[in-house]
């Protein structure tokens, strides 16, 4: 059975303090990993696609790397408005269309 | 250009009733799935649709069922609600057949009571 973990699973940082988020995987044939960020009473937005090991992706502040056992979503410089709840998927095998997500990070940034 | 519509945004029901929630997809997509979101067990599968067929379905019992439309509009229906049912139901769409990026909507929050 497919399984995605997230940890922390909650991170308190200070505006300007960079951390890490992780996310590892226990998936047969990963196809692909995905990073969603939900804000409270909204649906998750999508951020990051990644399929293989070695690749990484930027957007803003927001930098998602991935190995062969986990991803990372690392975070530069934050800003309150990156306060939110943070989700990592995956989808493998042969079941197309169903994403197994883990838990959740949920960050909060103090000004 | 629109993003995935669902409603109702809000719904109560009672213990033994039905509920049926409605998801317009962006448009142009043809993909859609749903999930079922509560705190304790996080975002779980429920289906996925694309062409009017069910391909996929997650580990929920027959009560949870649904149905895509010709217009790539879907919903989804819980018979004989249980409280456990109460949760955000989210729909997702995606563009194209085995697309996995998804795109969702804010969700139906339900309440069973």
């Known amino acids: 059975e497919d399984q995605v973990t997230q940890s922390p699973e909650a991170l308190r940082l200070q505006e300007g303090e960079s951390s890490s988020l992780n996310c590892s995987y226990t998936?047969?044939?990963?196809?692909?990993l995905f990073w969603y960020r939900q804000d409270p009473g909204k649906g998750p937005e999508f951020l990051f696609t990644l399929y293989s090991a070695g690749e990484e992706k930027e957007k803003e502040r927001l930098k998602a790397t991935l190995t062969k056992k986990e991803s990372f979503l690392h975070i530069t410089a934050p800003k309150p408005e990156d306060s939110a709840t943070y989700l990592c998927a995956c989808s493998g095998g042969t079941s197309y269309g169903k994403l197994t997500f883990g838990q959740g990070t949920i960050l909060t940034v103090h000004p | 250009k629109a993003g995935v519509t669902q409603t109702p945004r809000y719904l109560i029901k009672t213990r033994g009733q039905q509920v049926t929630l409605s998801c317009s997809p962006i448009s142009g997509h043809r993909s859609v799935s749903w999930y079922q979101q509560t705190p304790g067990q996080g975002l779980q599968f429920l289906f996925e649709y694309f062409s009017e067929t069910q391909r996929n379905k997650g580990n929920f019992p027959g009560r949870f069922s649904g149905r895509q439309f010709s217009n790539s509009r879907s919903e989804m229906n819980v018979s004989t609600l249980e409280l456990g049912d109460s949760a955000l139901y989210l729909c997702a769409s995606s563009l194209r057949d085995r697309d996995e990026k998804l795109f969702f909507g804010s969700g139906t929050q339900l309440s069973v009571l």
């Open positions: 998936v047969s044939g990963l196809r692909g």
